[in-house]
């Protein structure tokens, strides 16, 4: 199992801020900014670009739901994702960034 499935499952420990049916989000182990949050799908998804057009559009925007509610009270965020090792991807498991100021 990945690190971010043993999270989700709670084999690992979290500091959970949110969890659905579809997805769950938690802090960053290691904070780029004041807000730093990932949010993360059930479903082991390795990368953003496996994700398909028709079977996951609900969960991607589902997932940028989450984070505009989480990052209410912030000045401004920034939503990210990395992409491939390149693309600065640590965790094979999808997960966006929430970062905010
Ligand atoms: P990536 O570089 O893959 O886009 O981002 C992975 C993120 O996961 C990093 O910001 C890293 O700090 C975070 N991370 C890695 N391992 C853990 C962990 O065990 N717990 C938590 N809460 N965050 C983690
Ligand atoms: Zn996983």
Known sequence: MCIFCKI?????????VHEDNLCVAFKDIHPKAP?????VPKEHIPKVSDLREGEHDHLIGHMVNIANKLATD?????LQFN???KGGQEVFHVHMHVMGW
């Open 8 to 16: 989700i499952s709670g084999e690992i420990p979290s500091e959970k």
């Open 35 to 39: 807000l730093h949050l990932l949010v």
């Open 74 to 78: 912030m000045e401004g965020y920034r």
């Open 83 to 85: 992409v491939g090792e």
